[in-house]
C-alpha cells in the first residue's frame, strides 16, 4: 500500500500525552500513511510507549536524535519521509480523526504546496481539558477556500504562525530547500519554516475547520520558556542575513514581514518581563536592542506602519522602542488592574459551585479561572440549543431553564460581552436574584 502522508512526530519526555497523541493519528479515516517518531533521548517512559505501539503497528517507525533539537528533529523527518506529503504533529497535542484525510482530497485536488486548517488551543486544569480557538487577530477570513500564494495575497504573512496546522508537499519543501534552523532545544524553530513555506508557496490554501488540538502552558514547552526573546532574535536574524527574506518578498509584502516581527518582539519581551519581576536580564538586552534598531529602521525607511495595528498595539510597541523603563511601569500597572477585576469577580462569588453562561471564548476563560481558584462549576447554559446535553471541556451543557431548576442556589456567571444585558435580564425572569448574576468583564 503506498503512503499519502508522512506524519513526522518529535518528541522528548512527553509521557504524559504520547498515547493520546499517537492514537489520535493511528485512528485517521486516511489508512495510507506512516509516522516518524524522532525521539531525541526520552529517559521518562516515552520511547517504551513508542515501541509498544511499533510492535503493534507497522506503520509506526521510530527514529532516534542525538541531537536534542526540534528544527534537528523535524528536519530528519523530512528527508526519512516516503510520501507525497508531510504532516507534523507535535507530541504533546492530538489531532481530530478526519484531518489526514481532508486535508489530502483538498492538497490533491488543488495541486498544493501546503494546505493549513484551524486549531484549538488546550488548558488542562486537574485533569480537564479546556478548549478554545486558537484565534489569530490577523486572520482574514476572505482568503479562506482560495488558492493564495504571496505574490497576490500578502496579508497570509500575517496568519501564519503554526506549522503543524496542515500538510506540506514534499517536493515544494525539498526544492526550496526548506528546513527548520537547527538550534537547540525545541523552541521557536518553526518560526523561520512558516516565513520559508509562505514566501517560495505558489499554491496555498487556509481552510476555516478545525483540526488540530495545540496543548497551552504544560511544563517543559517551549511557551513557557524564558528564552522567548532570544530564540525569536535566532529566527529572525537567520532569515534576515542568512536567506536574504526581505529582498525575497515580493511588492506589498514588506509591510508585512516588518509586522509580523515586530508583533512577536512585543509578545516575547513582555513575556519575559512577566517573568522577571518586570525588569530585563542584562545579557537579554542585546536583543532587545537588535529589534530595536531593526523596527525603529523599518519605520523610518516607511516599511512598517500602523496600518496592521491597533491603536493600543502600536502606542505599545512605539513605547517599548523609545522608553523601555516606563514600558515595564505601565505592563505592570496593567497587569495589576487586571489582577485587580479577575479579583473582583471573585470577590462577587458567594457560593462554592457555579454556573457559567455562555460557552464561547469567555466562557472558556471563565471556567479557567473558575478552576484556578478552587470553585466547583455545576454547568454550562446557553440559548444555543444545539448544545444542549453535550459535554464542553468535560461540563455539561443545559438549557438556561433547566439551570434555574436544578441549580437555583448557584451563583451565574455571564461569560458573553454581547449580549450581557439581555442575559441578565433573561436569569431574573427565571428566578435568578440580581445578588447571585456575575458579569465576566
Known amino acids: ?18 498515547r493520546q497523541c499517537i492514537e489520535s493519528v493511528l485512528n485517521q479515516t486516511l489508512e495510507e500513511f506512516e509516522i516518524l517518531c524522532i525521539d531525541a533521548g526520552s529517559t521518562d517512559g516515552t520511547l517504551e510507549v513508542l515501541r509498544e505501539y511499533a510492535e503493534k503497528d507497522n506503520r ?23 510520501s507525497d506529503y508531510l504532516a507534523i504533529v507535535e507530541t504533546d497535542d492530538f489531532i481530530a ?30 485533569s480537564v481539558e479546556v478548549r478554545e480557538p486558537l484565534i489569530l487577530s490577523d486572520t482574514d477570513v476572505s482568503v479562506y477556500g482560495k488558492v493564495v500564494n504571496l505574490q497576490d495575497t500578502p496579508q497570509i504573512l500575517l496568519m501564519d504562525y503554526y506549522i503543524w496546522r496542515g500538510i506540506y508537499s514534499r517536493s515544494f519543501l525539498m526544492e526550496n530547500q526548506i528546513v527548520c534552523n537547527e538550534t537547540e532545544g525545541a523552541a521557536y524553530q518553526d518560526i523561520g519554516f512558516a516565513h520559508l513555506t509562505v514566501l517560495h508557496a505558489r499554491r496555498a490554501m487556509y481552510i476555516p475547520e478545525v483540526f488540530y488540538q495545540y496543548r497551552v502552558g504544560r511544563d517543559g514547552s517551549s511557551s513557557k520558556s524564558m528564552n522567548g526573546l532570544e530564540y525569536t532574535y535566532l529566527e529572525y536574524e537567520r532569515l534576515i542575513e542568512e536567506y536574504q527574506y526581505e529582498k525575497k518578498l515580493p511588492k506589498g509584502a514588506d509591510i508585512f514581514f516588518h509586522t509580523r516581527m515586530a508583533k512577536a518582539f512585543v ?7 512577566r517573568g522577571a519581576d518586570y525588569k530585563l536580564n542584562g545579557a537579554l538586552q542585546k536583543y532587545y536592542l ?16 500602523n496600518s496592521c495595528f491597533s491603536d493600543a498595539e502600536w502606542k505599545n510597541l512605539l513605547m517599548l522602542l523609545q522608553a523601555q523603563d516606563e514600558y515595564h511601569t505601565i505592563l ?13 469577580i471573585l470577590s462577587q462569588i458567594h457560593t462554592e459551585t457555579v454556573v457559567i453562561f455562555g460557552c464561547g471564548r469567555i466562557g472558556g476563560r471563565t471556567q479557567t479561572l473558575m478552576q484556578n481558584c ?9 440559548n444555543n440549543q444545539a448544545l444542549w446535553d453535550t459535554v464542553h471541556n468535560g461540563i455539561q451543557v443545559i438549557s438556561p431553564e433547566k439551570a434555574s431548576e436544578d441549580y437555583n442556589d448557584c451563583c451565574y456567571i455571564i461569560a458573553n460581552k454581547a449580549d450581557c444585558r439581555k442575559i441578565k435580564e433573561q436569569l431574573l425572569k427565571l428566578g435568578i436574584s440580581l445578588e447571585q448574576i456575575v458579569e465576566y468583564n
Open 1 to 18: 500500500m503506498s503512503k499519502k502522508i508522512s506524519v513526522i512526530m518529535p518528541s522528548l519526555n512527553v509521557v504524559q500525552y504520547i
Open 60 to 82: 509506526v517507525r521510530i527514529v532516534h536524535s542525538d541531537i536534542k533539537s526540534y528544527g534537528v528533529q523535524i528536519n530528519m523527518g523530512i528527508q526519512m519521509a516516503s
Open 97 to 126: 480523526d478526519d484531518m489526514m484525510e481532508k486535508l489530502y482530497t483538498i492538497a490533491t485536488s488543488y495541486d498544493l504546496d501546503y494546505v493549513k486548517a484551524e486549531a484549538n488551543a488546550i488548558y488542562t486544569y486537574n
Open 267 to 273: 509578545c516575547e519581551y513582555a513575556h519575559i518581563i
Open 290 to 305: 537588535w529589534f530595536q534598531q531593526y523596527i525603529q529602521k523599518s519605520i523610518y525607511c516607511g516599511k512598517l506602519n
Open 332 to 344: 505592570k500597572a496593567d497587569d495589576t488592574r487586571a489582577k485587580m477585576r479577575e479579583d473582583s
Open 374 to 382: 478552587g470553585k466547583k462549576i455545576a454547568a454550562f447554559c446557553d
